[in-house]
Structures are given as structure tokens and as C-alpha cells.
């Protein structure tokens, strides 16, 4: 690369003309000359700074990323004797913002995490660097995760991290180089942390939410010939799954489920009717995780996409790329052997899993949350109103005060529940955790509830504009409800997580 050529401010002053514009932005010069009439601002903007240095107008008006995009084309030289006050982070990179990554990251000291953790999550995030430019795209267009990034991200190990340790693993290429024998629950939380940090609700559940909940009954109670079969191509990306239980008619109360599964004269199959609606990624899906009623009752079966089975998208809050689709179940046919556990049993296998589809909608919305509030604070030290920053005024700081104190109590308490995970066999955590994660779910979403309403005044405008420096903020108030309803209700998590410790009240307590 050759070197940079270097001047001085008053030469750049002399470049300040319609047909030879330039401009610094920390104590870097750009020729903006042929940019010009390209500036979505327009070149008025451009022309009105030539020759000066436009550093604080720059970072009140552009996130980093359009500088780290234009610079190469655009920049010249440099401002001589001068040094950048700015960096570009590295894609992998740590930041040094207060909280605005979980404290053993920023030098605190933590109970459960490692070195391996922190390997794993540089991994992951210089991995996502790569896919965030095609994710706030797709995002913003509607589109799926393509065939060609999901297999990719099959290949290297993210989309078996994001489903849990177990044997499914073995012999699968993790992120960081971990080990499938050292993968634990906190690998699997920084895997949704990071999934959510691209910013992108609609694109990260595109990837993620279908198998995570859609792939857990097959290697859990499904038969051997589906698990060889199905688990691979699942995680490989070469085909994918979703977990279709919610109808027209019913959510949470799982017992009113109206699809139908009758069998065949010769008992050999199962012929299903019915809908399902709001299944996210059930547009993409080749498999579907199918809560039925058979004779015997409520049935769990594996259904592959077939003419019969037919998917249309929903129009939701957040992007098309989710996949959330209203499914027709017409006449189809389905062996009997695609049975995930017992017929009849299959109330068991929805709530087996609901426990860990909780506990990873709080990984992602506690990252996304994060992620807000991370913003904000940059944005206060930014801000420029009435000659003083934001972070200078005290409602401001009071604004933050109240984000980071909701935030971290939530973060602490999802790691002490991912410790117990990874310390409780499975019955154990079915009798001790399903009350605490779903209050921990409540008490999540009631933060980020709180958080999303203080950085819209924060930013102001800005929040309301799907672009620019408040996308992040305008798509997380637009988004955060998903986690506050899927998989339980706050209403519902309350009660369920009351309820749960009134199991274990001692009768003979009074005051």
C-alpha cells in the first residue's frame, strides 16, 4: 500500500470549490469532488464544509461504518504531525465502553466464564463482521438468510452452537476452535448474544429461531432413522426446520390445538389437516415440528414440506426475512413412524423444550438490550445540543443510570441460571428452573421495555428513522415485543413463575 501523501490545514482550505472539494475528518483528508452529486444529503451539504474540517458534523450526522466504507476510495492523504482521535474497531474487537459488554469482558472478574468463552465469542463476532452487511440488507428488503450463507454458517460450527451441548455435536467444527466435549451452556448463550448483536430481530431469528425450537424434539424423542437423517442436514444448513404449534385459535393453551392427524385404513400413516399461524421461519422450512390431535390426543410429528403443505408469509413488526408464516396442513401424508415420542404424549415434548426456548430469548434480547444501551452512550458523547454534549446534562445520565442498573441485574441473573444448567440434569432443572426463567423472561422484556422508551428520547428523530444514526434504536422499539410474547407472555411468565415457587411453599409458614 503506498504511503499516504501528507498536508497541511491550509492547503486543504485551498481545495474548497465545486470542481476541487476536500475535506478532514480526523486528521484525514478526503476528496469529495466526484462524491459530491453521489451524497445522499446532497452536494450542497458537501460544498458548504470544503476545505474544513468536518469531524463533529460528520459524527452527528454518520454512524462509523459509512466512513469505514468510503475511506478507502475517497481518502488522500493525512493532516500532518496529526494523529486520528478515532478508531475503527477491529471486527473481533473487545469494546471499552462502559457496559457495553458483559463484565468479565471489561476486566471483572466472573465465577463461570474462561478463556475459552472469550475465544469463542472473538470468533463468533469476527464471523458476524462479515454477515452484517448482508443482514441489515436482507433486513431492510425482506429477505430470507440465503442457501449459501446458511450452509456456510452450518460449516463453521454457528448453527450447532446456538442449539446446546450434547451428542449432536461430536464431530462438528465449533467457532474458536472449542472443543463439542468443552462446549457447555455458556458457550451457547455467548452464541445468541452475538447472534443478536448484528441488530438485525428480524434476519437473527432468520437464521436461528426455526431449528434452535423446530430441531430439539427430533434429536429428543425423535426415532433413530429421523435423527440420522435429519439432525445433519439441519445443522450442516443444508436444510432447515421449524417448530409449528400456534394456531389461529390458540397460543399458550396448547390443549386447544385443532389440527388433525387420522390415520390410514392400513395404519400406516397419519393424513394431517389443519393451520398453523405465526411460525417463525416456517416460509424457509423443509421439516416442521408438528403439534397435532390424533385418537390418543395431543402428538408431536415430523412433517416434510411436500404440494400439501403450503406456506404464506405474515406481515409483522419486524422484517419478512424471520420467515413468520400461516401454514395449510391439507390431506397430508405422514408416516407413522415420523412419531416424536409416544402418540398421545405429545403435551411432554412441547414443554421439554420450553424451558431452554425461554432461556435463549433471554440471551437475545439481554445482547439486544445491551447493544441499545451501548449506543445511547455513544451517541450522548457525540451529541451536540445547545453547545454542551448530552452525556453533560444530568437527565441524560439519569436516563443511562436507569438502563444500565435494569440491565445488569438481568444479565448476572441469566448467567447464575445458565450455571445451573450446565450443573442440573435435565429433571432437575424441569422441577427447580421453569419458575425462575420465566421470571427472569418477565423482568428481561420489562427492562427492555424501558430501555427502548429512554433511547427514543435519547436520540429523538433519529429513533424514528429506519436509517441512519438511529436505525438500531428505531428497530429495537419497533422489535423488543417479540421476546415480551413469544414463547409465553409477560402475563403468563409472571404467573408461571409465581405459581412454580407456590409448589415449593413450606406449609407451615407464617408471619
Not at 503506498?2 to 470549490?17: A, G, I, M, Q
Not at 462524491?35 to 474540517?53: C, I, K, N, R
Not at 434476519?203 to 440420522?228: M, Q, R, T, W
Not at 414440506?305 to 395449510?328: C, F, H, L
Request: with cysteine.
Amino acid at each position: 500500500m503506498p504511503e499516504l501523501k501528507t498536508f497541511t490545514r491550509e492547503e486543504v482550505k485551498r481545495h474548497s470549490s465545486e470542481k476541487d472539494c476536500w475535506i478532514i475528518i480526523d486528521s484525514e483528508v478526503f476528496d469529495v469532488t466526484k462524491f459530491a452529486d453521489m451524497h445522499p444529503g446532497g452536494a450542497q451539504v458537501l460544498l458548504d464544509y470544503a476545505g474544513q474540517d468536518v469531524t463533529d458534523d460528520f459524527y452527528g450526522l454518520h454512524r462509523q461504518e459509512v466512513l469505514a466504507k468510503y475511506a478507502p476510495r475517497l481518502k488522500i492523504g493525512v493532516i500532518e504531525n496529526e494523529k486520528p482521535q478515532f478508531t475503527i474497531p477491529a471486527p473481533d474487537a473487545i469494546s471499552k465502553i462502559p457496559y457495553a459488554e458483559p463484565s468479565y469482558l471489561q476486566g471483572f472478574k466472573s465465577p463461570y466464564l474462561n478463556e475459552s468463552h472469550t475465544r469463542f465469542r472473538k470468533a463468533l463476532r469476527a464471523l458476524y463482521a462479515d454477515v452484517k452487511p448482508e443482514a441489515l440488507v436482507a433486513e431492510e428488503l425482506g429477505k430470507a438468510p440465503t442457501q449459501e450463507l446458511y450452509e456456510h454458517l452450518g460449516a463453521e460450527g454457528v448453527l450447532a452452537s446456538q442449539i446446546g451441548p450434547g451428542p449432536w455435536l461430536k464431530g462438528l467444527k465449533l467457532p474458536g476452535g472449542i472443543k463439542p466435549e468443552e462446549f457447555d451452556y455458556f458457550h451457547e448463550m455467548i452464541a445468541h448474544e452475538e447472534t443478536a448483536r448484528l441488530g438485525t430481530p428480524g434476519f437473527a431469528d432468520g437464521i436461528s429461531s426455526g431449528y434452535s425450537i423446530g430441531l430439539p424434539p427430533v434429536f429428543n424423542f425423535g426415532p433413530p432413522h429421523l435423527k440420522e437423517k435429519i439432525v445433519p442436514e439441519v445443522l450442516s444448513g443444508r436444510k432447515r426446520i421449524c417448530l409449528a404449534i400456534t394456531e389461529p385459535y390458540t397460543g399458550s393453551d396448547v390443549a386447544k390445538i385443532r389440527t388433525t392427524a387420522k390415520r390410514t385404513p392400513d395404519g400406516k400413516h397419519f393424513i394431517v389437516n389443519g393451520v398453523k399461524k405465526w411460525i417463525t421461519n416456517g416460509t424457509a422450512a423443509d421439516y416442521f415440528s408438528v403439534a397435532v390431535q390424533t385418537e390418543k390426543g395431543i402428538t408431536m410429528l415430523l412433517i416434510e414440506r411436500d404440494d400439501n403443505v403450503e406456506t404464506k408469509p405474515i406481515k409483522t413488526s419486524y422484517s419478512a426475512s424471520a420467515g413468520t408464516s400461516y401454514i395449510t396442513f391439507e390431506n397430508v401424508k405422514v408416516p407413522v413412524e415420523n412419531i416424536l415420542g409416544k402418540e398421545g404424549k405429545g403435551f411432554q415434548v412441547i414443554m421439554y423444550n420450553f424451558n431452554h426456548e425461554r432461556w435463549y430469548i433471554c440471551c437475545a434480547i439481554i445482547a439486544g438490550t445491551r447493544s441499545i444501551i451501548t449506543e445511547c452512550f455513544q451517541w450522548a458523547h457525540q451529541r451536540k445540543v445547545f453547545g454542551k454534549r448530552l452525556i453533560d446534562q444530568p437527565v441524560i445520565r439519569n436516563k443511562l443510570a436507569s438502563m444500565i442498573s435494569g440491565l445488569e441485574p438481568v444479565q448476572n441473573w441469566l448467567e447464575n441460571i445458565t450455571y445451573q444448567m450446565c450443573n442440573m440434569p435435565y429433571l432437575e432443572q424441569a422441577v427447580k428452573l421453569a419458575g425462575p426463567i420465566s421470571l427472569l423472561k418477565f423482568q428481561a422484556t420489562r427492562v427492555a421495555h424501558h430501555v427502548a422508551d429512554d433511547a427514543c428520547q435519547i436520540f429523538g428523530g433519529r429513533a424514528l428513522t429506519r436509517t441512519g444514526m438511529g436505525r438500531s434504536v428505531e428497530n429495537f422499539q419497533r422489535t423488543y415485543k417479540f421476546a415480551a410474547i413469544l414463547g409465553g407472555s409477560e402475563e403468563v411468565m409472571a404467573d408461571l413463575g409465581v405459581r412454580q415457587a407456590m409448589k415449593f411453599f413450606p406449609k407451615d409458614a407464617r408471619l
